[in-house]
């Protein structure tokens, strides 16, 4: 992304004498440059229901929403302020940040330095494994009391981790990466889960009414269509008024914001499975491509092209795995890409350019 100039609302300073020994005008003096936004997506193709996003956001502001399962992450640089849990939550360079299934949160830069971080984003049945393994009853998902954590031997676990199966891709082998994750997921429950009984956290739509679950369902079934408050409140068999308070209560959004995320969640698959930006709108029921570009980054951080530019520059080092489109990968370089103590080895792991001059190939660009 090209660098933005910083522009000062100060006055300008009185013009000094002149000298004619300098060039006609003077020297402008030099602006300040914000740093770059960076943002990767990546798919782990050996484990299905496993995302993990590397991104520096300098700008970035996230709209309110949740996720269908759980995000776990470091802060690197900078500082990431947030709303959860009904409170505002600061995490610093070196804390832990984490949101749970179905929990609404924002999230913007703590300051102008804005934020860098790496995230995991974990389907519920990876944290309930888990956390079965941890002691939990079986079935029960874990909840967390805060969004951030002060835990450094669990934060470097999960930087370590994270920039392992980013540098070898699809060649950490399976026994691996899953060895690793569940070491680095029984250390998070065992250590922070703030309920270890029966009574621990289900994902928030088992607790929902009826009534709410059906109006959710409808909603992500019609997302592309115009739908009427009266229409959601028929299936629901609640007066409009009473839906829209049951369903803001329950889901931590209101129907109008529900179907904005479900209609980003249908455009994040399209593009995922190779669809245009411009198709992806449509399909989606947004008005047009920019009123797609506008959702889609405050909930994605980042614009549907270059989401979808991003997926296609990774192919071949990553499985393409987001939404419903999930796929895996199997791949012969389990044992060839592997140092003698288990980990990969990303020079080995390199993908082939196919010529022998500039290297150039499949890897994501950064």
Same mark, same amino acid.
């Given at each position: 992304?090209?660098?933005?100039?910083?522009?000062?609302?100060?006055?300008? @300073?009185?013009?000094?004498?002149?000298?004619?020994?300098?060039?006609?005008?003077?020297?402008?003096?030099?602006?300040?440059?914000?740093?770059?936004?960076?943002?990767?997506?990546?798919?782990? &193709?050996?484990?299905?229901?496993?995302?993990?996003?590397?991104?520096?956001?300098?700008?970035?502001?996230?709209?309110?929403?949740?996720?269908?399962?759980?995000?776990?992450?470091?802060?690197?640089?900078?500082?990431?302020?947030?709303?959860?849990?009904?409170?505002?939550?600061?995490?610093?360079?070196?804390?832990?940040?984490?949101?749970?299934?179905?929990?609404?949160?924002?999230?913007?830069?703590?300051?102008?330095?804005?934020?860098?971080?790496?995230?995991?984003?974990?389907?519920?049945?990876?944290?309930?494994?888990?956390?079965?393994?941890?002691?939990?009853?079986?079935? @029960?998902?874990?909840?967390?009391?805060?969004?951030?954590?002060?835990?450094?031997?669990?934060?470097?676990?999960?930087?370590?981790?994270?920039?392992?199966?980013?540098?070898?891709?699809?060649?950490?082998?399976?026994?691996?990466?899953?060895?690793?994750?569940?070491?680095?997921?029984?250390?998070?429950?065992?250590?922070?889960?703030?309920?270890?009984?029966?009574?621990?956290?289900?994902?928030?739509?088992?607790?929902?009414?009826?009534?709410?679950?059906?109006?959710?369902?409808?909603?992500?079934?019609?997302?592309?269509?115009?739908?009427?408050?009266?229409?959601?409140?028929?299936?629901?068999?609640? &007066?409009?008024?009473?839906? @829209?308070?049951?369903?803001?209560?329950?889901?931590?959004?209101?129907?109008?914001?529900?179907?904005?995320?479900?209609?980003?969640?249908?455009?994040?698959?399209?593009?995922?499975?190779?669809?245009?930006?411009?198709?992806?709108?449509?399909?989606?029921?947004?008005?047009?491509?920019?009123?797609?570009?506008?959702?889609?980054?405050?909930?994605?951080?980042?614009?549907?092209?270059?989401?979808?530019?991003?997926?296609?520059?990774?192919?071949?080092?990553?499985?393409?795995?987001?939404?419903?489109?999930?796929? &895996?990968?199997?791949? &012969?370089?389990?044992?060839?890409?592997?140092?003698?103590?288990?980990?990969?080895? @990303?020079?080995?792991?390199?993908?082939?350019?196919?010529?022998?001059?500039?290297?150039?190939?499949?890897?994501?660009?950064?």
């Amino acid at each position: 992304m090209r660098a933005r100039t910083a522009i000062s609302d100060t006055p300008p @300073a009185p013009r000094a004498p002149r000298d004619d020994t300098a060039p006609k005008g003077g020297v402008a003096p030099k602006e300040d440059v914000a740093p770059k936004e960076d943002v990767a997506w990546m798919a782990a &193709s050996r484990l299905p229901g496993l995302d993990l996003l590397r991104a520096r956001y300098t700008r970035q502001v996230f709209a309110r929403h949740f996720h269908e399962g759980y995000a776990l992450g470091v802060i690197e640089g900078g500082a990431l302020r947030f709303r959860y849990l009904g409170r505002e939550h600061v995490a610093a360079p070196g804390a832990v940040n984490l949101v749970a299934p179905g929990e609404t949160h924002d999230g913007q830069g703590h300051g102008d330095a804005g934020w860098a971080y790496r995230m995991f984003y974990l389907d519920p049945d990876i944290v309930r494994m888990a956390g079965e393994e941890a002691g939990l009853p079986q079935g @029960a998902l874990p909840d967390f009391a805060s969004g951030v954590l002060d835990d450094p031997e669990l934060a470097a676990a999960i930087d370590t981790l994270h920039r392992d199966m980013e540098r070898a891709g699809p060649c950490m082998p399976t026994l691996a990466q899953e060895t690793r994750l569940s070491a680095v997921l029984i250390h998070w429950i065992t250590r922070h889960a703030a309920q270890r009984a029966p009574a621990a956290r289900p994902l928030r739509a088992a607790g929902e009414p009826v009534a709410v679950r059906r109006a959710r369902d409808y909603l992500d079934a019609h997302c592309a269509d115009d739908v009427r408050l009266a229409d959601l409140a028929g299936v629901a068999c609640l &007066s409009p008024f009473h839906l @829209a308070r049951a369903f803001a209560a329950a889901v931590g959004l209101p129907p109008h914001a529900y179907l904005v995320q479900a209609r980003v969640r249908r455009a994040r698959g399209m593009l995922a499975a190779g669809s245009t930006p411009a198709e992806a709108a449509a399909a989606a029921g947004f008005a047009d491509q920019s009123h797609l570009t506008r959702a889609f980054r405050a909930q994605v951080g980042v614009t549907p092209a270059r989401f979808r530019k991003m997926l296609q520059d990774a192919r071949g080092t990553w499985a393409v795995a987001f939404v419903e489109n999930r796929t &895996s990968t199997e791949d &012969s370089h389990d044992h060839a890409c592997t140092t003698p103590d288990g980990r990969a080895d @990303a020079d080995a792991c390199r993908p082939d350019s196919g010529d022998d001059g500039d290297g150039g190939g499949s890897a994501p660009r950064r």
